[in-house]
C-alpha cells in the first residue's frame, strides 16, 4: 500500500444514492438516430439491444491522465448495506444525498504506486492511443445523455444506456449495493454512481476508469476515483472486500479470464466479485469502437459479451465460483466468491 496522505473535508459534496422505490431509466438509444450508418443488432451475436446497457465501454487497456486518488481505507466490518441504509442516504422529500467527505491527495512518499493529482500516467501498451477527452464517451458523459453504441466491424450496433450511467442509482443497483462487504473497488466506475452512492453512506469505496471525463464526474458526485487501468498496479491490492464489475464491464480488454485473474489479484483471499452479465445467453470476443452515430468514434479496442451461463466456465478457469446468481429490472447479476463450497449457484 503507497504512503498517501488523505485530507477529507466535511464540505457538501452533491452525491447521489438510490432513491427508495426508483424507477429504472430509460433507454438511452431505443431508436437509431437519423445518419447512423449500420443497423442495431436486433438478435444477432451482439444480442438484442437491451435497457440495461451492454457494457461500460472503458477501454481499460492503456491508462489516461490521472486527476485525483485515496489509499482506500482499510478493511471495515462485514455488515452487508441495507435498505434502510440506502434509504437513510437520502435526505427526506429532497431526492438529495447527504453530502459525502471529498478526498484530496496532498502528497506521498517517493515511489508511491499511486499517482499524485495531476500526474499522468503512461501507457502500458505503448502503441496505441489513450481516449482523448474528446472522444464520443466522454462527450456523452458531459452531456449525461447518449446516443452511444458499441459498433462491431461489420456494422452491428448495440446501444449504451448512458442515461441510467449518469442518474443516481436504481432498485437494480440497489440489489448490489446490499451485497457489497468491506471495501469496494468499482472497475470501469464510468461516471460513478455506484461509488458516490457508497460514499454518501461513509462506506470505503474507489473507482478505476480509464476515461478521465468519468472520473472527474465521480469526484464531482461525491465519490473517489483514480484515473488507471484495472492492469496497472492499483491501492491496496488483495486487500479489497468487494471488486464491481457492473454494466458489462466483465468485458473490459476482451478477455473474461484474464480480468477474473487480475480482479484474484485485488480482491481479498475472502472477498467476493460481483458481475452484471448480458441479459442473454452469448459469449464472443470482438473488436469494436464507441459510436455516436453521428460520425464520431474512438479508436477500435477488444471487448466480451457473456451472458449468465457463459460466465461461469470463466470464473472457474479464474479461480472463482458462483455462490448466487439473480435478476432484478431485467438485469443478471452473479457473485463470485474463491471459498471452497458446492458448485453450483443458488438462485435467488
Do not use: K
Not at 109 to 120: F, I, L, N
Not at 170 to 181: G, I, K, P, Q, Y
Not at 245 to 271: F, Q
Not at 278 to 291: I, L, S
Amino acid at each position: 500500500m503507497s504512503a498517501v496522505r488523505v485530507d477529507v473535508e466535511r464540505a457538501a459534496r452533491p452525491a447521489r444514492a438510490v432513491r427508495a422505490g426508483a424507477a429504472p431509466a430509460a433507454d438511452p438509444a431505443d431508436a437509431v438516430p437519423a445518419g447512423v450508418v449500420g443497423a442495431v443488432d436486433p438478435a444477432g451475436a451482439f444480442g438484442p439491444p437491451e435497457p440495461s446497457g451492454g457494457g461500460r465501454p472503458s477501454r481499460d487497456s492503456r491508462a489516461r491522465p490521472g486527476t485525483a486518488v485515496a489509499e482506500p481505507a482499510g478493511a471495515v466490518p462485514a455488515e452487508t448495506v441495507t435498505a434502510a441504509d440506502l434509504a437513510g442516504a437520502v435526505r427526506a422529500g429532497s431526492g438529495a444525498v447527504e453530502p459525502a467527505g471529498a478526498v484530496r491527495v496532498r502528497g506521498g512518499a517517493p515511489g508511491d504506486t499511486a499517482p499524485r493529482a495531476g500526474a499522468v500516467t503512461a501507457d502500458p501498451a505503448g502503441a496505441v492511443r489513450a481516449w482523448r477527452d474528446a472522444d464520443p464517451y466522454a462527450e456523452a458523459l458531459r452531456a449525461g445523455r447518449g446516443p452511444l453504441f458499441l459498433r462491431r466491424g461489420d456494422g452491428w450496433l448495440l446501444p449504451l444506456d448512458v442515461e441510467r450511467w449518469c442518474a443516481a442509482p436504481d432498485r437494480a443497483d440497489a440489489t448490489v449495493l446490499e451485497r457489497c462487504r468491506g471495501s469496494v473497488l468499482d472497475v470501469g466506475c464510468g461516471p460513478g454512481r455506484l461509488v458516490a452512492a457508497l460514499a454518501a453512506l461513509r462506506r470505503p469505496a474507489l473507482g478505476v476508469d480509464v476515461s478521465r471525463e468519468a472520473v472527474d464526474r465521480t469526484i464531482r458526485a461525491g465519490g473517489t476515483a483514480l484515473c488507471r487501468s484495472v492492469f496497472d498496479p492499483l491501492p491496496d491490492e488483495g486487500g479489497w472486500g468487494t471488486v464491481l464489475l457492473m454494466d458489462g464491464n466483465i468485458g473490459i480488454g476482451g478477455d473474461p479470464v484474464a480480468l477474473l485473474r487480475r480482479v484474484a489479484e485485488l480482491a481479498r483471499p475472502d472477498g467476493r466479485v460481483i458481475v452484471e452479465t448480458a441479459p442473454h445467453e452469448v459469449d464472443e470476443r470482438v473488436d469494436v469502437r464507441v459510436d455516436d452515430g453521428r460520425g464520431g468514434e474512438s479508436a477500435r479496442f477488444p471487448w466480451a459479451r457473456v451472458g449468465p451461463r457463459a460466465l461461469l466456465p470463466h470464473a472457474a478457469a479464474a479461480g472463482w465460483r458462483p455462490v448466487t446468481q439473480w435478476r432484478s429490472e431485467g438485469r443478471p447479476f452473479t457473485q463470485l466468491v474463491r471459498a471452497p463450497g458446492p458448485a453450483g449457484p443458488r438462485r435467488d
